[in-house]
């Protein structure tokens, strides 16, 4: 999907926004970044091993298995890298072709090459940083560097410059939250949103709700509320609200206060049209034959949503939980 901003075409990925200034990164580029890994014996993947560090970027629950034992390429992978490490050459990621990083876009190459340096896969900050050093050698002549930054959270993450962040920048700090609750099945969703927006809006709506019911009864079962296994999102929304307290007790003043309250009360409209726009439109739900389908952009405005909202959970619910101490 492209559109125009002040002149200048823009491409909305699933990844990031891109703007259209004829930057390939060429095949050349490519293989010479995977050479030097190949030549310096560094693993791709890090501390953690193949499946692991894919699932950051892949639902590879989806893509197809090459071994006719396995219905996908998750239990292929597992069986021929994990299982049987000897079975594949250690950078075979790089020629299958259902990953297709010598041909793939930038922003899915770029990525990539961005989770082979994030603290969770290579807690070794001296080895990221040569790794970044070398990255920003060979791409600096295809017009990209690739940039560190802090989150919300005091976390490190990286992403290139000269392209602008679309909803990953508000993901990567959902990816904090993940990380800190431990939760495979949350870093999954995550995954399945990011992927999801632009090939299938649809599941990125679904998806979207889902998360934020996830963060939901995850914080609920830690501060042990009970509540029904079918307890709508509006419901679950506000009994997290009611526990986590949001609205601050040191507002500067009266009138503060009350902008906040308000703030909160409309999360649980946020909450309901979330609701709805997926009983309309995302997967989980028998929809009219002739319904017609929304665009990525109206996906990425749901994720971003949902985002915010759980963002808004989860740090009013580690405030209560610092309290205790």
Same mark, same amino acid.
């Given at each position: 999907?492209?559109?125009?901003?002040?002149?200048?075409?823009? $491409?909305?990925?699933?990844?990031?926004?891109?703007?259209?200034?004829?930057?390939?990164?060429?095949?050349?580029?490519?293989?010479? &970044?995977?050479?030097?890994?190949?030549?310096?014996?560094?693993?791709?993947?890090?501390?953690?091993?193949?499946?692991?560090?894919?699932?950051?970027?892949?639902?590879?629950?989806?893509?197809?298995?090459?071994?006719?034992?396995?219905?996908?390429?998750?239990?292929?992978?597992?069986?021929?890298?994990?299982?049987?490490?000897?079975?594949?050459?250690?950078?075979?990621?790089?020629?299958?072709?259902?990953?297709?990083?010598?041909?793939?876009?930038?922003?899915?190459?770029?990525?990539?090459?961005?989770?082979?340096?994030?603290?969770?896969?290579?807690?070794?900050?001296?080895?990221?940083?040569?790794?970044?050093?070398?990255?920003?050698?060979?791409?600096?002549?295809?017009?990209?560097? &690739?940039?560190?930054?802090?989150?919300?959270?005091?976390?490190?993450?990286?992403?290139?410059?000269?392209?602008?962040?679309?909803?990953?920048?508000?993901?990567?700090?959902?990816?904090?939250?993940?990380?800190?609750?431990?939760?495979?099945?949350?870093?999954?969703?995550?995954?399945?949103?990011?992927?999801? &927006?632009?090939?299938?809006?649809?599941?990125?709506?679904?998806?979207?709700?889902? *998360?934020?019911? /996830?963060?939901?009864?995850?914080?609920?079962?830690?501060? $042990?509320?009970? *509540?029904?296994?079918?307890?709508?999102?509006? $419901?679950?929304?506000?009994? /997290?609200?009611?526990? /986590?307290?949001?609205?601050?007790?040191?507002?500067?003043?009266? $009138?503060?206060?009350?902008?906040?309250?308000?703030?909160?009360?409309?999360?649980?409209?946020?909450?309901?049209?979330?609701?709805?726009?997926?009983?309309?439109?995302?997967?989980?739900?028998?929809?009219?034959?002739?319904?017609? /389908?929304?665009?990525?952009?109206?996906?990425?405005?749901?994720?971003?949503?949902?985002?915010?909202?759980?963002? *808004?959970?989860?740090?009013?619910?580690?405030?209560?939980?610092?309290?205790?101490?």
């Amino acid at each position: 999907m492209v559109f125009a901003v002040n002149n200048i075409n823009i $491409k909305v990925s699933n990844e990031f926004i891109l703007e259209e200034i004829n930057m390939p990164i060429s095949e050349a580029t490519r293989r010479r &970044i995977i050479r030097t890994l190949r030549e310096e014996d560094i693993s791709w993947s890090g501390s953690l091993n193949d499946v692991d560090f894919l699932s950051r970027i892949y639902d590879l629950d989806q893509l197809p298995s090459h071994d006719p034992r396995y219905d996908n390429a998750k239990g292929d992978i597992r069986q021929h890298t994990i299982n049987n490490p000897g079975d594949w050459d250690s950078y075979w990621i790089f020629e299958d072709e259902r990953f297709n990083l010598l041909h793939c876009s930038e922003d899915k190459f770029l990525r990539f090459l961005c989770e082979m340096i994030h603290p969770k896969v290579r807690p070794d900050t001296k080895e990221a940083q040569n790794l970044l050093k070398m990255f920003n050698e060979q791409l600096s002549p295809e017009g990209y560097q &690739i940039a560190g930054k802090t989150t919300a959270f005091g976390n490190k993450r990286y992403e290139p410059t000269g392209i602008l962040p679309s909803t990953l920048s508000s993901l990567e700090q959902v990816k904090d939250i993940a990380e800190k609750l431990n939760s495979e099945y949350l870093q999954k969703e995550i995954v399945r949103m990011t992927n999801a &927006i632009e090939s299938d809006p649809e599941l990125a709506i679904g998806t979207a709700k889902e *998360f934020v019911e /996830t963060i939901c009864k995850t914080i609920l079962k830690e501060r $042990k509320i009970s *509540f029904k296994s079918d307890e709508d999102l509006q $419901k679950l929304v506000f009994m /997290t609200i009611d526990e /986590t307290k949001p609205v601050s007790a040191s507002a500067p003043d009266k $009138k503060t206060e009350g902008i906040i309250r308000r703030i909160v009360g409309d999360m649980n409209d946020l909450t309901r049209c979330i609701a709805e726009l997926r009983n309309l439109h995302g997967t989980g739900h028998g929809k009219d034959m002739h319904v017609i /389908t929304l665009e990525p952009r109206h996906a990425a405005f749901a994720v971003n949503a949902a985002t915010a909202l759980v963002l *808004f959970l989860y740090q009013s619910y580690e405030k209560v939980q610092n309290q205790k101490k």
